[in-house]
């Protein structure tokens, strides 16, 4: 069911795409989507964190597509992209006269997701007074429009997203720590292309197949040499940047039969390949080097884990994901020691 048109027929609000590449090869990602069928089969608030360009969108849609509300309208919206006035009457519908411009009565994102999903993109981004709204609508139900003295119940399922780190917003007092807990009734934080190598390959051949599908054309493959390139490049703005770093390439490389390395994007075609030797002059893949760095990191720090993801530059969370791939943790621990 496609959903009900928004208020504001603008490209500010969008529904994310139906075809959505959610490759899951690495133990990390298919841990990710593990707890993602899990949650979508209640009706519990999700909150998806991690980095700019990860896919939570499309994990957001998987849950959508996995649940109960599947026949019902999925409606996005990021909340990034609005002034607060005009998120608000968005969410939550205006009645005719509430504001300048206001010609006649909106029914908003909530009531245009009933019966399905209300995605909320870069809820980190949103207002104090804001909050208050969103945090009402979520423990009862219900939402006012913008100018209304009534107030008008609403069936809708919440999954919001962030790549901000939302408990120091709270910290901070930028975010309000009761909505905090309420939209992190279950939360999934997706892993960065660089910490999920098993997944590139798959993802790259996906999105050129598709690519080359979208604009009839070849190329449809990739050089061994590009594969190379793609595995020595660190993806930092994740599956996003590998998807428009594949469309680039299949455009430039016209009609050949693959594509090739100076197809790539210059960073990409820059990034080092140089192999990493170890003191025995043993050739150590990029995962092993980085399990003997934090290992060594950790017993150097006497097995205190804070101090550890900290000398690291890394997350407490992400830290603790890669003990548990070495098998070093069956279970969370406080992360002092």
Not at 33 to 59: F, H, N, Y
Not at 157 to 164: C, G, L, V
Not at 191 to 205: C, F, G, H, T
Request: proline letters at 5%; aromatic letters at 4%; one cysteine or more.
């Amino acid at each position: 069911m496609s959903p009900p048109t928004p208020s504001n027929p603008s490209n500010r609000t969008r529904e994310p795409r139906s075809e959505r590449e959610l490759i899951a090869k690495s133990p990390a990602m298919r841990r990710v989507l593990e707890l993602a069928r899990r949650a979508a089969l209640s009706d519990a608030t999700v909150l998806i964190t991690g980095e700019s360009g990860t896919g939570k969108g499309r994990v957001a849609g998987f849950i959508h597509e996995s649940s109960p509300r599947r026949q019902g309208p999925l409606v996005a919206v990021n909340c990034g992209a609005l002034p607060e006035h005009l998120l608000e009457s968005e969410l939550f519908g205006h009645k005719k006269g509430a504001f300048t411009g206001a010609i006649s009565d909106a029914k908003g994102l909530f009531v245009a997701a009933g019966g399905g999903t209300l995605f909320l993109d870069e809820i980190g981004e949103t207002s104090p007074s804001l909050q208050v709204r969103l945090l009402r609508a979520l423990q009862e139900r219900t939402i006012r429009p913008v100018g209304s003295t009534t107030d008008r119940k609403v069936d809708v399922r919440i999954i919001a997203a962030t790549n901000q780190d939302l408990e120091a917003l709270v910290r901070e007092g930028t975010f309000r720590k009761d909505l905090y807990y309420r939209l992190r009734v279950v939360e999934l934080e997706i892993p960065p292309l660089r910490e999920r190598r098993d997944d590139l390959l798959p993802l790259a051949r996906t999105f050129i197949g598709r690519t080359c599908k979208e604009n009839v054309c070849g190329p449809c493959a990739l050089s061994s040499e590009v594969l190379d390139q793609l595995l020595a490049y660190d993806w930092p703005g994740n599956v996003r940047e590998l998807e428009n770093a594949i469309e680039r390439a299949v455009v430039l490389a016209e009609d050949q039969p693959v594509v090739r390395v100076e197809d790539l994007p210059r960073e990409v075609r820059g990034a080092s390949k140089t192999m990493v030797m170890g003191d025995d002059d043993v050739i150590y893949t990029l995962a092993e080097v980085e399990k003997r760095h934090i290992l060594q990191t950790l017993e150097r720090l006497h097995d205190n884990r804070k101090a550890t993801a900290s000398a690291l530059g890394i997350g407490e969370n992400t830290l603790w994901r890669r003990l548990k791939s070495y098998g070093m943790v069956r279970k969370r621990h406080a992360s002092g020691g």
